[in-house]
C-alpha cells in the first residue's frame, strides 16, 4: 500500500494551501472521522439493533463499550508503533484494521459477534487515530501545523455531529447495518489517497525493534482503568470487581513507567515527559476535557428527560457548536500559530465556563415554565462552541509541538488518552458529585436540579484550566515546536536553505543527525539537502 518512490511530498515541507496539503487533510480527516462517526451513530441504532439481534440492555452497553475499551488500552501503543514502523504504513493498517471488522458488524448475527467486531473496531481506531495527527505534525511545514491541526479538528467535529442525522436515515431508510457497511468505500478512499499523496516518516533512529514488556503494561493498564470508568457508574459487576481492575491498571501503568526508564528502546521515551511544555499541555488537556465530558454526557439526556425533546431535536441543538468549530478551529489555531497558544488557552476556556454557566438557565423561564430554544439554549450553545473552537485546536497543537522532535506519533496516542480517560472520569464521577442517582436520569426535576450542579462543577473545571494554561503554557512553544537535541548552536548552511534536515522545527529528520564535523550520509559536502526517505 506505500506509494512509489517519489509520488509523495517529503516529510515536513508539505504547504497547507497546496495541493497536496489538501490530499493530506483529505486522507486524515476521512481516516478519523470514520472512527468519529462511529462512536456517535452507533447511539441513535442501538434500539433498532437490540430489536434485530434479540440483545439486553448490557449487551447494547457493550457494543458500545467494547470499542472504548480496546480504543482506550491501545491508542499508545498505536502512536508508538507510528514513529517506530511509520507513520503512514500504521495509519493505513489502522483504516484496513477499522473497515474489516465494519463488514463483520454489518453482517454480525448475533449481539456476542457484534461486541467482538466492535472490539476490533477499537483496535483499526486505535491505530489510525494517533496516525493521522501524526502524520499532520510530520508532514506540514512548521507555520502551517496548527492551522491544519485546526481544520482537522473541525472537520472531524462535523463527522461527529452529522452520526445521529446520518445514521437516522440510514436505518429508516435501509437497516442499521448499512451504518457500518459505509465505512467500505470511505476506508477504500482514504487508502488510495494516503498511497499517492502522504508523505512517509518515522521518528530519527528507530530500530524496529518494540518494547514488548512496556507494550503489555500499558496496554494493560490502560484497560484495567478504562473498563474500572465505565463498569463503575453502571454498578452491574460487583464492586470487587471493578475496584480489583483499577488496582491492578494503576499498578500496571506504575510498572510500566519503571520499565520505559531502563528499557533499551523505550516504547514511550522518557525523554516525552520531561519537555515540561508537553506535560503542561497534558494537564490542561485533562482538566479541560473532564469539563467536556460532563457537558456532552448529561446535555442531550437533559433536554429529553427535563425538556420533552426529541432524540433527534435534542441532537440538533448543539448543531450551532459544530458549525462554530467548522467556521474557527482552523483559524483558532493559526492564531496560536502566531501569537501563541497561551492566550487562546487562556481564554477559550472561559468561554467554555460562560456558556456551561448559561447552561444554568436552560430548563425553567421567568413564569416557570420549559425555557425555549432561542432564549435559553441558544446562547450557551453558542458560547460554549465559541469556547471550544479557541480551544481545541491550540491545546492539541501545543501538545504535538512540544514533545521532543520525532515523537509526534507517541505524542498524539498520549494526549488522545489523556482526553479520553478525562471524559471517561468524568462520566464516573460527576453524576455522583452532582447527586444524580441512577432513576434521577427518568425524573424530569431531579435530573433538572443534578444537571445545574453539575454544570458548576463543569464551569469550576473549565477555569481551572484556563488558570493552569496561563501559569504554564509559554508563548513561543509552537515557534520552538520541541527542545532541540544538543549540538552546535549555529545551524547547518543546508538548514538555512530550508532544509528539514536537523531542523527540530520542521518536522521529523529525513536522517539520523550525523557527528559533528561529518556530511550528511550520501552527500559530498554538510550543506547538501538529503534524499527522500
Known amino acids: 500500500m506505500n506509494a512509489p518512490e517519489g509520488s509523495a511530498p517529503a516529510a515536513g515541507t508539505v504547504a497547507f494551501r497546496s495541493a497536496e496539503g489538501r490530499w493530506l487533510l483529505t486522507a486524515t480527516v476521512l481516516g478519523s472521522a470514520m472512527g468519529f462517526l462511529d462512536a456517535t451513530v452507533v447511539n441513535v441504532a442501538l434500539p433498532a439493533i437490540g430489536r434485530d439481534v434479540h440483545a439486553d440492555v448490557s449487551a447494547l452497553q457493550w457494543v458500545l463499550d467494547g470499542y472504548l475499551l480496546t480504543l482506550a488500552a491501545l491508542i499508545l501503543l498505536g502512536g508508538s508503533l507510528a514513529d517506530r514502523y511509520g507513520r503512514r504504513r500504521v495509519f493505513t493498517l489502522g483504516v484496513g484494521c477499522f473497515v474489516v471488522p465494519s463488514v463483520l458488524c454489518a453482517a454480525a448475527p448475533d449481539a456476542g459477534i457484534l461486541i467482538l467486531a466492535r472490539a476490533l473496531q477499537g483496535i483499526g481506531a486505535a491505530l489510525l487515530t494517533p496516525g493521522s495527527l501524526a502524520l499532520i505534525q510530520a508532514s506540514y511545514r512548521s507555520a502551517d501545523r496548527a492551522r491544519a491541526i485546526g481544520t482537522w479538528s473541525a472537520l472531524t ?56 514488556r512496556g507494550a503489555a503494561l500499558v496496554t494493560a493498564g490502560l484497560g484495567g482503568v478504562t473498563y474500572a470508568l465505565i463498569e463503575g457508574p453502571r454498578g452491574e459487576s460487583p464492586g470487587w470487581v471493578t475496584a480489583l481492575a483499577l488496582l491492578a491498571g494503576l499498578a500496571a501503568l506504575a510498572g510500566f513507567v519503571h520499565t520505559e526508564r531502563h528499557a533499551e528502546h ?49 441532537g440538533a441543538a448543539s448543531l450551532p457548536v459544530t458549525l462554530l468549530m467548522l467556521a474557527l478551529s482552523s483559524r483558532a489555531g493559526a492564531l496560536a500559530q502566531r501569537v501563541g497558544p497561551r492566550l487562546p ?74 482526553s479520553r480517560l478525562a471524559q471517561l472520569a468524568a462520566v464516573a464521577a460527576l453524576p455522583l458529585l452532582a447527586g444524580i442517582g441512577g432513576r434521577d436520569f427518568q425524573d424530569p426535576r431531579a435530573l433538572a436540579d443534578g444537571f445545574h450542579t453539575a454544570m458548576l462543577i463543569t464551569a469550576a473545571l473549565a477555569v481551572a484550566g484556563g488558570l ?43 536522517r539520523a543527525k550525523p557527528p559533528p564535523g561529518e556530511p550528511p550520509p550520501g552527500t559530498g559536502h554538510p550543506g547538501a539537502r538529503p534524499h527522500g526517505e
Not at 519537555?275 to 433536554?303: C, E, I
Not at 462552541?385 to 496516542?413: D, E, K
Not at 509552537?478 to 536537523?502: D, F, I, M, N, S
Request: proline share 9%.
Open 157 to 212: 467535529g462535523v463527522a461527529s455531529a452529522l452520526g445521529p442525522l446520518l445514521g437516522g436515515w440510514l436505518i429508516d431508510a435501509f437497516s442499521w447495518r448499512w451504518i457500518f457497511l459505509l465505512n467500505v468505500p470511505i476506508g477504500l478512499a482514504v487508502v488510495a489517497v494516503t498511497a499517492r499523496h502522504v508523505p512517509e516518516s518515522r521518528a530519527p533512529g528507530a530500530t524496529g525493534r518494540l518494547d514488548v
Open 468 to 510: 493552569l494554561a496561563l501559569a504554564t503554557i509559554r508563548r513561543d512553544v509552537l515557534e520552538t515546536a520541541a527542545e532541540p537535541a544538543p549540538g552546535p548552536k549555529e545551524p547547518p548552511a543546508g538548514e538555512a536553505a530550508g532544509c528539514p534536515y536537523e531542523c527540530p522545527v520542521a518536522g521529523t529528520p529525513l
Open 345 to 418: 488557552l487562556s481564554v477559550g476556556p472561559l468561554l467554555l465556563a460562560a456558556g456551561m454557566l448559561l447552561m444554568l438557565r436552560i430548563g425553567v423561564d421567568d413564569g416557570g415554565g420549559p425555557a425555549g430554544y432561542a432564549t435559553s439554549v441558544l446562547p450557551a450553545v453558542l458560547v460554549f462552541g465559541l469556547g471550544l473552537a479557541t480551544t481545541v485546536a491550540p491545546v492539541t497543537a501545543t501538545a504535538l509541538a512540544a514533545a521532543p522532535s520525532g515523537h509526534s506519533g507517541i505524542a498524539s496516542g498520549v494526549n488522545n488518552a489523556v
Open 266 to 314: 523505550p516504547m514511550l521515551p522518557p525523554g516525552v515527559f520531561r519537555a515540561g511544555q508537553f506535560l503542561s499541555a497534558n494537564a490542561v488537556t485533562f482538566v479541560v476535557y473532564a469539563a467536556l465530558g460532563g457537558v456532552f454526557f448529561l446535555l442531550v439526556v437533559f433536554l429529553q428527560t427535563s425538556l420533552g425533546y426529541s432524540p433527534l431535536a435534542a
